[in-house]
């Protein structure tokens, strides 16, 4: 607990045609002295885009929580892309970045790696941010994506809770589900169904910290679990403790 007071972190909107694709900027700098501090970050089927003093790196979506270890004095600027939305960026699948955090400038080119020493150089998150953005407007398309239909339909999940079946979103979407299978391999780098169980997990996470009751045996059965016993599983790969647990430790009251 001592270690979060040492934290400053920021959330900054992205230019208006960059948003097309980015949900946000984040900006995190800490001072830790002797300190460690393992960061938990729980997984979204996105890819981010993280700069620092030294490299850039690039994350695709993940199916298990991140841990990253923060030490000593430094920062962060963090490029959360939307769901698909780095897609644009590249030569294939999205399924190239899953589970996988590689140095940007073997995906992106040198220009990114550029780009992260003109950052490093300037201690202005304002100024970083603005170097971010510039090269990302001059990378990013102006036509319409393909890739960006996907991204309405993964908000989408996100936003509706009644989704629970990939059957019922195919038919929504007015596609097969096969088809939009490899749609979601292409663009995203995850499955519909895991983009469901996840986002319906993380809401199942905040019921519990809320203290609100959670008949986990039907949420199973509505995601799609074989069983509880999977979906505790699941939960305690996405949140980092089992259900039990997380709710103890996290209501609020």
């Known amino acids: 607990m001592r270690a979060r007071t040492r934290f400053d972190h920021q959330r900054f909107d992205p230019s208006p045609r960059v948003a097309r694709f980015v949900t946000w900027y984040a900006a995190l700098s800490w001072d830790l002295g002797a300190d460690v501090h393992d960061q938990q970050i729980l997984s979204h089927p996105v890819a981010n885009l993280v700069f620092g003093p030294e490299v850039v790196n690039v994350t695709g979506p993940c199916h298990t929580r991140v841990t990253r270890r923060l ?5 962060a600027l963090g490029v959360m892309f939307r769901p698909a939305g780095f897609r644009p960026l590249l030569d294939g699948p999205l ?3 899953t589970d996988r955090t590689q140095p940007a400038g073997d995906v992106l080119g040198a220009p990114v790696d550029a780009v992260q020493r003109q950052v490093a150089a300037t201690d202005e998150w304002s100024a970083r941010i603005a170097l971010v953005d510039a ?30 079946r990939v059957d019922h979103l195919a038919a929504e979407c007015d596609t097969g589900v096969r088809r939009l299978q490899r749609r979601f391999a292409d663009h995203v780098g995850v499955s519909p169904k895991w983009v469901i169980q996840r986002y319906r997990l993380h809401e199942a996470a905040e019921t519990a910290a809320a203290g609100g009751d959670i008949d986990w045996a039907q949420l199973a059965a509505d995601l799609g679990y074989s069983d509880q016993a999977h979906l505790v599983r699941s939960f305690t790969r996405a949140i980092g403790v089992p259900p039990d647990r997380y709710a103890r430790e996290n209501t609020r009251g």
């Not at 398309?141 to 960006?148: C, F, G, K, N, T």
């Open 71 to 75: 030490e000593g004095r430094s920062w």
């Open 95 to 97: 399924t190239g970045l």
């Open 135 to 164: 090269y990302l407007d001059a990378r990013l398309p102006d036509e319409l994506q393909p890739s960006e239909a996907t991204t309405s339909i993964v908000e989408r999940i996100a936003a509706d809770r009644t989704l629970l």
